[in-house]
C-alpha cells in the first residue's frame, strides 16, 4: 500500500459540523439512529469546546474521524482513554485513513497520560478488528490467557 498523506488534525469547536457530519454518515451506513446533522453539530461543537471530547479528523474533506473520551480512574488518578468512534468514508477506505486515526488515537492518549486505551465494536466488523488486533487490541482480559470480555447495554 502506498503511503497516504492521511493529514491527522485535532478538531475544533469550530470544526463541529464537520464532525456532524462525517458522525450521521457513519450511523446512517450502519442503519443507527442519529438526530441530524444540526443537533449533531451543536453537540458536538459544545463538547469539543467544553473539552469534554477530543477529535481528530483525517484528509482534507475531511474524510475521516475518531473521538476519544477521558476519565479519571479511582483506581490510580490517571485518566482513562475510551476510543468512542472511528469511521472513514467508503470511498477513502484502504488508504491507510483508519490506521493513522488510531495511530493518532493512541499517540492522544499517551499525551494525555493514559496508562491504557479501550474501545468496542461489532463482532462482524472483521475490518475494525483487524485494525485493532493488528495495533495490539485484544477482547481478551490479562492477554491471550485471560477470559473473553463481554460488552453489554440497555436502554434507559
Do not use: K, W
Amino acid at each position: 500500500m502506498a503511503e497516504v498523506d492521511a493529514g491527522i488534525r485535532r478538531a475544533s469547536a469550530a470544526d463541529g459540523g464537520d464532525v456532524a457530519r462525517l458522525l450521521h454518515e457513519f450511523n446512517s451506513e450502519y442503519d443507527e439512529p442519529t438526530p441530524g446533522i444540526e443537533a449533531l453539530a451543536e453537540n458536538a461543537a459544545s463538547l469539543l469546546d467544553a473539552g469534554e471530547i477530543t477529535v481528530l479528523l483525517a484528509g482534507a474533506g475531511p474524510d475521516g474521524f475518531c473521538l476519544l473520551r477521558f476519565h479519571r480512574s479511582i483506581y490510580n488518578g490517571m485518566p482513562d482513554a475510551y476510543l468512542q468512534e472511528l469511521y472513514v468514508v467508503p470511498g477513502r477506505r484502504g488508504e491507510g485513513l483508519g490506521r493513522a486515526l488510531l495511530e493518532g488515537a493512541l499517540d492522544a492518549a499517551r499525551e494525555a497520560g493514559a496508562p491504557h486505551i479501550e474501545l468496542t465494536t461489532g463482532e462482524t466488523d472483521t475490518e475494525a478488528r483487524s485494525l485493532y488486533e493488528s495495533a495490539g487490541f485484544t477482547n481478551l482480559e490479562g492477554g491471550p490467557d485471560g477470559p473473553r470480555m463481554l460488552y453489554y447495554e440497555r436502554e434507559l
